[in-house]
């Protein structure tokens, strides 16, 4: 029982961080009117906010690989 629950509270950390990094991808912290970056070609907020994108769906894909689904068939 003490691996499920493990399990469960790593899923429910896992969601967590998955809010976060939707949260960063908003980009809040740029000052109105400044000048952007380019990052692989990209403008600083557009290559944070894939980044963050791309992380929360690891993330979402570890938390799947944790999540038992039981094989049998409800009847």
Sequence with gaps: ????RTRQIVRRLLLGAI???YALSIPWYR????????W???PDWVAVAIACYLGA???????????????????
């Design 1 to 4: 029982m003490g691996d499920a």
């Design 19 to 21: 809010a976060v990094l």
């Design 31 to 38: 000052t109105a009117g400044a000048e952007p970056e380019l």
């Design 40 to 42: 692989l070609g990209f």
């Design 57 to 75: 769906a690891i993330l979402n894909a570890v938390a799947w690989l944790l999540t038992e689904i039981p094989e049998d068939e409800a009847e």
